[in-house]
């Protein structure tokens, strides 16, 4: 799997945009961006994924560039409850059971 | 939907004695997954199962850790002679998996344990 890079903490306003940016410079044309968050003490908390269209749910936007070697995960407006540690993992499209491999991640901070 | 769960949440134990941990998938999941994680590192892959069949298991996974789904649904994760080493979060997460897309898998709350 590709390998990713994130900066390893980041601070936000509340109620303002946490833009969290990954690199993953060796992603391959079947592989897919996948978010993920873990707030302290629990499991971690699928947010989103993409192949190569930005996508965008309840929670949060992906923002995948066009040659898919960066991406931006967009928290529109960021609340306390949004501090967490977010990984951004790469994954083969086609897998047969492959584990999720987890990074250190970026801690945010998000501020009062 | 009621999510994966995991019991017991915590579990404090001596050194030297054995310990299980019980997972209850998202219902009609067919794949099951165990991870470690240890206090500052992201989580690590332990094993993984499709049904009842256990098809993977990472080299963290020693002779000491066993891990069963007898009946394709929940699964137990037993540690045999503790040590200290093995503190950690215990983390499970489950995922159906079709075969287009990649599976999205899902975790619990985890369960923590502590060796003394």
């Known amino acids: 799997d590709a390998k990713t890079t994130q900066p390893p903490s980041m601070d936000c306003a509340e109620g303002r945009a946490a833009n969290l940016p990954c690199n993953h410079s060796?992603?391959?044309?079947?592989?897919?961006v996948y978010w993920y968050r873990q707030i302290h003490s629990q499991g971690p908390q699928y947010i989103i994924h993409?192949?190569?269209n930005n996508e965008t749910n309840e929670m949060a936007s992906l923002i995948i560039t066009e040659d898919r070697k960066s991406s931006t995960l967009i928290l529109p407006h960021a609340t306390l409850r949004d501090t967490a540690v977010y990984y951004c993992?790469?994954?083969?499209?086609?897998?047969?059971?492959?584990?999720?491999?987890f990074g250190p991640g970026t801690r945010l901070s998000v501020l009062p | 939907d009621t999510g994966v769960s995991q019991d017991p949440r915590h579990k404090i134990t001596k050194r030297g004695q054995n310990v299980t941990f019980r997972c209850d998938p998202i219902?009609?999941?067919?794949?099951l997954y165990w991870y470690r994680q240890t206090l500052g590192q992201g989580p690590e892959f332990l094993t993984y199962?499709?049904?009842?069949?256990?098809?993977?298991k990472s080299r963290l996974l020693s002779d000491r850790f066993s891990a069963e789904r007898p009946k394709g649904s929940f699964s137990t994760l037993e540690i045999q002679r503790t040590e200290q080493g093995d503190s950690a979060m215990y983390l499970c997460?489950?995922?159906?998996?079709?075969?287009?897309?990649?599976?999205?898998?899902?975790f619990g709350p985890g369960t923590r344990l502590t060796v003394l």
């Open positions: 997460a489950s995922s159906l998996a079709p075969r287009a897309v990649p599976d999205t898998q899902y």
């Open positions: 060796t992603i391959s044309g079947n592989e897919y």
């Open positions: 993409g192949l190569k």
């Open positions: 993992i790469v994954r083969p499209r086609y897998n047969y059971g492959q584990n999720f491999v």
């Open positions: 219902s009609e999941h067919n794949r």
């Open positions: 199962f499709q049904n009842e069949a256990q098809l993977e």
